[in-house]
C-alpha cells in the first residue's frame, strides 16, 4: 500500500508560495464565477492557507467552510503558470483542521461506518430506491420513454423535494439522485466471478455510486467484458475508494479502506482491475500500489479492444460526451468522441471538460453554487441539441440529472458502459 500522502508544514508553505498572484485562475475557476469572492478562487484561498500556516489564522471551523467551497476540479491549476496544485493544498489543509477538530458526527458515521460496510450501503440504497420509486408511482412517474428509468423517477419526485427539503434546512435547489431498488453486488460469496477467468482475469472495481445507483451500468461492464472472452472478478469484500474520506481530510478513514480494498484484491491473480468511475480511477491510481494503483478506466480497458466488439450504430441519435475532471486533468484521458461518434450523431458540447459542479459531495455542502454551475452546464447540453449526454464518472452523472432535472429538458444521461451495451447484438440463443 503506498502510504497516503500528507504535506509537511515545509512542503506546504512551498508549494503556497508557487502562486504570484497573477490573478488567472480568476477566468477558469467555477466556483469563483458564481460567487465571485477573491476567497473562492485559488489565488485567494492560497493566501489564506498562507496566513494559516505563519499563524495569523486558525484551523477552525470557518477556515474548514472556506476550504470546503472548493471542487478539486483543478481547472485553476490547468491555466496557471506556477503550476500551483490548489486542490492538494486544500485537502492537506482540510486534513490539519480534521486533526485538529472532530467532525459533524453525521459525515463521521458515513465516512467511518457506512462506506467500509458495502453490503449495509447497498441495502440502505435499496431501501432509499424502493422508496423513491412508490413514490413516484404514486405521483406519477414521467412520461418521457428518451429518460432513463432513474431519471423518469427524480422528474416525478422533484416537486416532492423542493417542499420537503426546506423543511429539513436543506436547499429547495437540492435535487437527490435516484438510488436503485435492485444493487448490483450479491453479497454471497467472496467474490462475484463472471465469465471465462482462465483466459484474461480482470478485477472489478465497481465503486459506491455504481453500487447505489446505477447498477446497470455495473451489469454493462460484466456485459462487455464477457462479450471480450474477458473473465470479471468483483472480490465482495470490496468498500468506498477512499475518495470521500480523503477528500474531507479524515486521513484515518480514508487510510482503512485503502487497506480493505488492497486486501480484496490481493492475491487474485487479475491481469488489471478496471472501473467504470473516473473518480475511484483516478483515486486508486494516485493512492494505492500494487494491481488497483494500475486501474484502468473503462475507456482505457477498451481503446485496444472495441474493435473487437460488434456494436450496432444507432443512426440519428444525437450525443454528447462530458469529460469528467478525473478525466480531464487527473488521469489525462482522451475524450470519448471517436468511439461515439461510431456509434451515434456526434454533436459537440461547448466546455465540455468544465465541472459540472457535483464534485462528490460539494452538491449537498454548497447546493447554491453547484446549482448555478450544474445548470450552466445543462443549458450547454441542451444548445448542443443531443438526445444523451455521455459521461464516465457516476458522480456527474447524478450532477447533470440533477440539473437537466431542474430545466425539465428532455435529454437522458447514459454512463459509457451502459451507452455501449445498449448497442451490442442480442446473444442468440
Ligand atoms: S493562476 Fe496560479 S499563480 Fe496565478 S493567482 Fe492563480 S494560483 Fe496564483
Ligand atoms: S480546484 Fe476548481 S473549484 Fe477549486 S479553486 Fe481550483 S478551479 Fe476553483
Redesign the pocket.
Known sequence: MKPTKTASAAGLRRELE?????????A?CPVFSVEGGEAS???GK?KILAAAEDGELDYNADLGRLLDDCLGCRL??S??????R?DELVYAARQRIRDRRSCNPLELFILRYLLPRRALLASLARFVGRWQNRLARLLGRSGNEELSEGQRVQRALVGLYRRLLPLAGLSPRLVPPTLSPRQFSSGRGEVQAFGDANAERWGFFVGCALETAYPRSARAVVELARRLGIGLIAPTTQACCGLPAWGSGDRRAASALINANAAAFADRDLDGVVTACASCASFLREHYSGVLGRTQTLQEFLRERLGRLELRRTPGLRVTWHQPCHLARHLAVELAEPMLARLADYVELEERDVCCGGAGSYFVKHPETAAAIGERKAKRIVDSGAEVVVTACPGCAMQLEASLARLNAPVRVELLGDFLARRLPPVSS
Open positions: 508557487r502562486c504570484v498572484a497573477c490573478g488567472k485562475c480568476r477558469l478562487v485559488a489565488r492560497l485553476c491549476t491555466g496557471c503558470p506556477q503550476g500551483a490548489t
